[in-house]
């Protein structure tokens, strides 16, 4: 089957979305202890849930049927499971809290690209309303990344020089 | 109105009624030990209050080397001779028989009484050991809002520079971290804008989440003078209880807890649809006012009230009497500080001012208060999460400033992420990675949220946990070396009150037996471990009060909190406002008189945080938004809060404070007077709740959350339905299980409270818990 364009790139993003809840699902749920990390993971999942339903409709006038509900929560994959289980002791948590912040980077990163990917293609096709809706929804994948960002940069230090001594 | 129901006293004395732009009458309030007059004080020595944020200026009676009594100063600008309740009983608790007055170490499970080489050998020890071990990231200090600025300067400059840890905040972060952050989002650094004298000229004040009558009652004595005086201003009131302040207001607003930003937003939807707004204070002075606009756009009273559970025509009248106002003074407290989105609300508040253009003219502004007595040193001299003198963890310049006073290596200063705040530490220490812990002369086994965590954390062997305290705490009892401190009218420093104001507070009378003062103690702990700068010379050159104050100053130097004109001599006298230097030489009474913000990129202290998550503005972005410095207008969007009444905890729990008490009581419960006052827990129900729950006013009931449950006397009181409110200072060393609950009957507020904070300021959210209550049994 050959995809339009624009039917590529709604999918690209609609998929990034539904990724970014699943990690920050993941997180509120796994690091219940991380008082921050847990409340702020659920708050920011909103964010990406809103997006879903916008992108959803705004993908209904082209004929692109998308789900305006997130995805269940699906299976984990967690290679570093085994590596920071390796870590032993009670450091492992720190180190756990590290990989899935740089996982939520990734994901939200890849998002963002594929908002500017949409919003590349509403602009040459004049698509306002699409367009519109990329610039009301880009900016929070933007501030997700921006979190993870910050997080990993304050907790990282004493993470990891936990594992050190 | 509860207070002073206990007591036949009129708690805010006689008036003095004043009119507006004239100067507040003075009043002489004076209490001496019975059977001493005046003429029988041998000497007065100058002081102010050290029980509550509002720093108001005394003279502290001594006779027979004791204290004997305290005079308020009826020159002083903050309290023009008044003093509260605390204020005038307190000080009987200094010579209390259960004072420390000698070092203890923990040997077999026991504290015993030690001499300070054996106590400080230890300390010094075991920090030793972990710096090779573990490095400096295991060290950790937890300090208070209750020390002098000599003293947090010391702490400061030992940890940061000597220690070089990240790990230094104090329990101005459960109080007054949300004031810093607002002040630093909108105007780049942290600072009080407006003064107390602004109460003098206002027509509207408009207090959010602000108690003030118990919390700075000297304060509510000026705005009651001014509200019995000719052309009385109008007050607007946000709180979920009806205070005496919201007694006395033209419109009192009681927003169901955690919706402070809707309620905000829409003020300020409202006060732009009305076009209330000085568009050109706002052009020239600000950034972000289209963003502020669209984000509030849809912020109608009708879909605030829906969200708040208040009427909309009370918000739209709300903000009429604020976008009317000639001359607005708002102000701000835990009741924001300490719920959900504080810092966004906060920034809210700030917002309003700053639209209507009313800033650095008398009458105008807004007072981000503090709760504890110095916590404005705290945050000045970096002991609070922060760089000294507002300096900005992110900015190189200031981090080769503060590299160059201490003469060590920028390197050893860490820079490499904001510095730790409190409740992060805890983690740490929970997680094994914090393994040294200082707490000096606060009591976290009570006020910090989920007591249970805290006691567990706290009395983990493998932490070693230092406290210096005045008496015997939950804390101490669960520490491996105690260090007696001496107290107020023992020894000699500044503090800086909320308005700005610094104070000197003299030493009157001697500590008891071997008790040192907090600065002793810190110059002891550097010297042992011989910190030196990178010339080999000591680190902490300094050796006394004046000394570490003159550290102090000159590391103040240039910045918005410039101490550099201030002496002793000079305070001796009066307190005066900083900044003070050459350009100031008599202080400052208003901040930003001509929109002159610390806020260009080069001069912040911070380039702000985004207000729902928390994550730190990259410099880059900071200097394309506000190249020139100007005030940013931040907005942020509501989201729900994080534990909300389920069927199984179905009210809201609220904490906070009474007159009577400060803090953990330390003091307060050693004064009989005030005891008597306040002498156990209560928990303040609405009577519709109480007669569905069968309740009765003086019935036991328990207070139970997810968390922990306490027992406590009910008080049916005008508080918001659905919501209970627990004073939080009672702990448990006064009853006969003095380090925690027994058998699972609690006493401290905190044994509820959730450990969730602002993302933005860090500071715990002790208003907004889901709690249950169930009676026990009729009172006695």
């Known amino acids: 089957m050959t995809r339009t364009g624009l039917e590529y790139a709604l999918h690209r993003v609609h998929h990034g979305e539904n990724e970014v809840v699943q990690q920050l699902t993941r997180m509120a749920d796994r690091h219940q202890q991380e008082a921050e990390v847990h409340h702020v993971a659920t708050d920011l999942k909103g964010w990406s849930a809103i997006n879903i339903a916008r992108l959803a409709d705004a993908a209904e006038s082209y004929d692109v049927s998308l789900s305006r509900e997130p995805d269940r929560p699906g299976v984990i994959r967690h290679a570093v499971e085994s590596l920071v289980s390796a870590a032993g002791d009670g450091r492992a948590p720190a180190l756990v809290l590290l990989e899935d912040l740089r996982d939520l980077y990734l994901v939200a990163s890849e998002t963002s690209l594929a908002w500017e990917m949409l919003a590349q293609h509403a602009q040459a096709r004049r698509e306002t309303d699409l367009l519109q809706v990329t610039s009301d929804c880009h900016p929070q994948t933007l501030r997700q990344i921006r979190w993870a960002n910050g997080m990993i940069k304050t907790l990282s230090p004493q993470a990891l020089a936990a594992l050190d001594t | ?780």
């Open chain 2, 1 to 780: 109105m509860r207070v002073g129901d206990s007591r036949n006293e009129p708690l805010w004395g006689e008036r003095t009624p004043y009119g507006p732009g004239t100067e507040w009458p003075a009043r002489v309030d004076m209490r001496l030990a019975d059977g001493v007059a005046e003429e029988d004080v041998e000497h007065w020595v100058a002081s102010a209050s050290l029980l509550h944020s509002n720093g108001d200026a005394m003279d502290i009676a001594v006779r027979d080397g004791q204290i004997a009594g305290v005079r308020g100063r009826a020159n002083d600008r903050v309290n023009r001779g008044r003093l509260d309740i605390k204020d005038l009983y307190a000080w009987s608790a200094i010579s209390s028989a259960d004072r420390l007055t000698e070092p203890l170490i923990r040997v077999d499970g026991q504290l015993q009484p030690t001499d300070w080489d054996t106590a400080m050998d230890a300390v010094v020890q075991r920090c030793r050991e972990l710096l090779d071990s573990s490095g400096p990231g295991s060290v950790g200090f937890y300090t208070s809002g209750q020390l002098f600025a000599e003293e947090y300067y010391t702490l400061t400059t030992i940890a940061r520079a000597g220690i070089g840890t990240a790990h230094l905040d104090g329990n101005t972060r459960l109080c007054t971290a949300t004031a810093g952050e607002a002040l630093k989002e909108t105007f780049g650094s942290d600072g009080q804008p407006a003064s107390y004298t602004d109460v003098d000229s206002a027509d509207v004040i408009a207090l959010f989440g602000h108690n003030v009558a118990e919390t700075q009652p000297v304060l509510w004595m000026r705005m009651l003078d001014r509200l019995d005086g000719p052309e009385p201003p109008q007050l607007v009131v946000v709180d979920p209880r009806r205070t005496p302040v919201a007694t006395r207001a033209t419109v009192h607003l009681d927003p169901r807890p955690g919706t402070n930003l809707p309620l905000m937003n829409a003020l300020l939807h409202e006060v732009i649809e009305h076009d209330w707004v000085d568009k050109d204070y706002i052009d020239a002075h600000t950034v972000g006012f289209d963003e502020l606009c669209k984000q509030v756009a849809s912020c109608t009273p009708k879909w605030a009230a829906e969200i708040c559970g208040i009427a909309p025509e009370d918000i739209s009248r709300a903000a009429e009497v604020i976008g009317s106002a000639d001359r607005l003074l708002a102000t701000v407290l835990q009741g924001f500080y300490q719920s959900h989105q504080a810092t966004a609300a906060a920034v809210q508040v700030n917002n309003l001012v700053v639209l209507r253009g009313m800033l650095g003219k008398p009458g105008c502004g807004v007072l981000q208060m503090n709760g504890q007595p110095t916590a404005e040193n705290t945050r000045e001299c970096g002991a609070d999460g922060d760089l000294p003198g507002f300096r900005n963890w992110e900015n190189s310049e200031h981090i080769a400033e503060l590299a160059k006073l201490w003469n060590v290596d920028p390197l050893q200063i860490p820079h490499y992420g904001p510095p730790t705040h409190a409740m992060q530490m805890f983690r740490y220490a929970e997680q094994g990675s914090i393994k040294f812990l200082w707490i000096s002369a606060t009591n976290p086994a009570v006020s910090l949220p989920d007591l249970r965590r805290i006691r567990s954390i706290l009395g983990n062997e493998k932490l070693f946990v230092v406290a210096q305290d005045i008496y015997r705490t939950e804390t101490t009892e669960l520490a491996d070396v105690v260090l007696p401190g001496a107290t107020w009218g023992e020894k000699t420093g500044i503090f800086t009150n909320a308005d700005r104001t610094v104070h000197l507070s003299e030493k009157a009378v001697e500590p008891p037996g071997a008790a040192r003062s907090d600065l002793d103690i810190f110059l002891d702990f550097a010297a042992r471990m011989q910190f030196a700068d990178k010339d080999g010379n000591p680190l902490v050159w300094w050796h006394d009060p004046p000394t570490a104050f003159e550290a102090w100053q000159r590391c103040s130097a240039g910045r918005p909190c410039d101490y550099t004109g201030l002496s002793y001599e000079m305070l001796r006298e009066r307190g005066v406002q900083w900044p003070c230097n050459e350009e100031n030489p008599d202080g400052t009474e208003r901040l930003y008189v001509s929109g002159n913000f610390s806020a260009s990129p080069d001069e912040c202290e911070s380039y702000g945080r985004d207000l729902v998550t928390g994550a730190p503005v990259e410099e880059t972005e900071y200097r394309a938004l506000n190249p020139d410095g100007k005030a940013v207008l931040k907005a942020a969007t509501y989201l729900p809060p994080h534990e909300e009444p389920s069927d199984e905890y179905p009210m809201h729990l609220n904490t906070g404070r009474t007159i009577y008490h400060f803090h953990t009581r330390t003091k307060t419960a050693r004064t009989p007077e005030l005891n008597a006052a306040a002498p156990d827990v209560w928990v303040e129900v609405n009577a519709a709740d109480a007669e569905f729950l069968d309740i009765a006013e003086g019935d036991f009931v328990d207070v139970v959350s997810p968390r922990g449950r306490i027992r406590a006397t009910a008080r049916i009181a005008e508080v918001r339905r659905g919501t209970v409110f627990v004073p939080f200072h009672y702990g448990y060393w006064d009853t006969d299980h003095p380090t925690g609950p027994h058998d699972d009957e609690g006493r401290a507020a905190n044994e509820m409270t959730i450990t969730d904070w602002d993302p933005v300021s860090k500071q715990p959210l002790f208003k907004l818990s889901a709690a249950r209550i169930e009676r026990v049994e009729a009172g006695r």
